[in-house]
């Protein structure tokens, strides 16, 4: 079991340039039903053996596609990702980083309106061991199937938390980069809400980072919902306030998203918050024998 | 990125909100002319990329030509110094110099737009509590702040706007203003796509006109591919030469006072987190620096020359988890920007990933004076101990 993707997701690469077509591979590779890219106007041709469409509308009807993987430049991202949701996929993982926040806005307002899921965008995109389903760029080989569900806001953090992780022999369900953008798809609380329900998800990683206040709102809805164990960190506990730690979301603005608050709910939540980043995989290994 | 106060003022004239009559000035010349367009009493106003002009001595009234003339010859190349520039203050380059409003029985309100992330929509905020720090307002008095949502699709309406007005306690003559200038000022952030409006203090006349008496407006950088006039607004003076020039190789580096452990590491969330674990080993970092997912060699070498042109920088701290990117070809460039550019100081690499045995050996068989370490706290000890602990 896993959660969003599996086994029966049926994946598009919308943007297939050299970067799409790269990633397409490495995602065929490691086990994904990879149906098809799309880029208008190459329609009818094929790119490594994948077919190309014209249009969502087209790779739904002729691939039978139920999910996409954008890596269409900012600036025509938001576009793909409303013609993904109007073609009826269920899923959108989109990792391409840096559009416009305003185009986010309208964006995730169409696809909230036909309840389509996104992932991203700024992420790494989503993987499930266990299914030899992974929709994103993060490298595959560091992943082995197992009990723990990890949630992050950052690329190579996650890598490294899911590394820690296997060098314990500690596997896991399903991993969700969420993003680091101010306006993303799936947050936090979303990602939790769904492996708490997950049969094969024992422990919860939760890897958050200052700026906005995603982790206190996640950190409320584990006080109320969640009772497998859930293991924290929070990036930036050294930041200066009102600069943007590269990702566009990672800002302390008026005092506010700082490390040490985000920290302190999560604590009083329940959550086990490692003070170290080298630490989480350990903590993970505490938590999970004691449970 | 950040504009001018004349700037934004420019930007918010053209969609149609009123601002009081001004020109910049970049000489005494310039605002001597300046001041005898806009007439008297003129008001000459610092341009810094920071707030708390006023009571740093930035801002100053003027009767007449002479006045402008010796304010003018004060303030530009004066550095000022206010609570939003830290000590070493800014260096005033530019003027703005305009004609200084009737204040008689006029009301100095706040206004702004910005995006509530929370909630994933444009947000006006208003308040009728002007002219001060508005986080001051949030903190000591919340209700004093009145804010609508915007529906992206729909766009602001013109109910929203009276519905501010009315909670800013509006009536008569300026509350028939509210429509056309708040929908102006949403109608800036839209068009711009910026990330801040903010109009503070927003003078309410006597008369009932709306004018914004101060302004500023943040873009997005996102966005910038397609305002190309907006890219020319940019004013590199105001930023940090090493961040602008790390800027030019995609690189994303920002600096941070006192510390001594020069960092460099692929992606924002690893950066910060590690940062976060030279702290926790008893060093302090000196930079967040990102070079981000790809890392060849000619950002390796970037990279060395800006954290190298930081002279508090005692010991470099690489932490690279290759993912896609390949160890091998890290440690290649690593040496090779070494070698070239001489470093001298104590380098400590972390590298986890795609053939990292082969990297770490060939930064062993490299003849140079590297420390590997294997997990993140051991490279941070490492670093620490190579003589970047707290001075």
Known sequence: MSVIVGRETRVVVQGMGRHGTFHALACREYGTQIVGGMTPGKGGTKIEGFPIFDSMEQAVREAGANAALVFVPPIAAADAMMEAADSGVGVIVCITEGIPTQDMVRASAFLRERGTRLIGPNCPGIISPGEKCKVGIMPGHIHTPGPVGIISRSGTLTYEAVGQLTALGIGQSTCIGIGGDPIIGTTHRDALELFARDGATEAIVMIGEIGGNAEEEAAAFVRKSVSKPVIGFVAGQTAPPGRRMGHAGAIIAGGKGTAREKMDAMRAAGIAVVQSPADIGAEVARQLKSS | ?391
């Open chain 2, 1 to 391: 990125m950040k504009l001018h106060e004349h700037q934004a003022k420019g930007l918010l004239a053209a969609q149609g909100v009123p601002v009081p009559q001004g020109r910049a000035a970049f000489s005494v010349d310039e605002a001597v002319a300046a001041a005898r367009a806009v007439g008297f009493p003129a008001v000459v106003k610092a341009q810094i990329h920071a707030g708390g002009r006023g009571k740093g001595g930035g801002v100053k009234l003027a009767r007449s030509l002479d006045e402008v003339e010796s304010l003018a010859r004060a303030m530009l190349g004066m550095r000022l110094v206010t609570h939003q520039t830290g000590p070493e203050g800014r260096i005033v380059r530019r003027l703005l110099v305009e004609q200084g409003m009737d204040m008689e029985g006029a009301r100095e309100m706040y206004l702004a737009v910005l995006i509530d992330r929370q909630v994933g929509r444009p947000v006006v905020m208003g308040s009728s509590r002007g002219g001060v720090d508005i986080e001051e307002v949030a903190a000591k008095d919340p209700a004093a702040i009145v804010r609508t949502h915007v529906d992206p699709a729909a766009g602001f309406q013109p109910f929203q706007a009276r519905k501010l007005a009315l909670a800013l306690g509006l009536s008569g003559q300026s509350f028939g203003k509210a429509v056309p200038f708040i929908s102006s000022v949403y109608k800036a952030f839209v068009s711009y796509d910026a990330a801040l409006v903010e109009i503070n203090p927003l003078l309410v006349t006597r008369g009932g006109d709306w004018v914004a008496l101060d302004a500023k407006v943040d873009l997005d950088d996102n966005a910038l591919r397609r305002h190309p006039d907006l890219v020319l607004l940019r004013d590199l003076t105001e930023e940090s030469p090493l961040e602008v020039e790390a800027g030019k190789h995609d690189l994303n580096y920002i600096k941070l006072e006192g510390g001594t452990i020069g960092c460099m590491v692929n992606g924002a969330g690893l950066a910060m987190a590690t940062m976060d674990i030279i702290k926790l080993a008893g060093g302090s970092p000196a930079n967040f620096l990102d070079v981000g997912g790809g890392a060849n060699a000619d950002q390796i070498r970037a990279a060395f020359r800006i954290l190298l042109a930081d002279k508090d920088v005692k010991v470099v701290l690489i932490n690279i988890f290759g993912g896609i990117l390949r160890c091998d070809v890290l440690a290649e460039g690593v040496i090779a920007a070494v070698k070239e550019l001489d470093v001298r100081v104590p380098v400590v690499v972390r590298m986890k990933g795609n053939n990292e045995d082969l990297g770490r050996s060939m930064l062993a068989e490299s003849g140079l004076d590297f420390r590997t370490g294997e997990g993140m706290a051991e490279a941070a000890q490492l670093a620490v101990a190579a003589g970047g602990g707290q001075a």
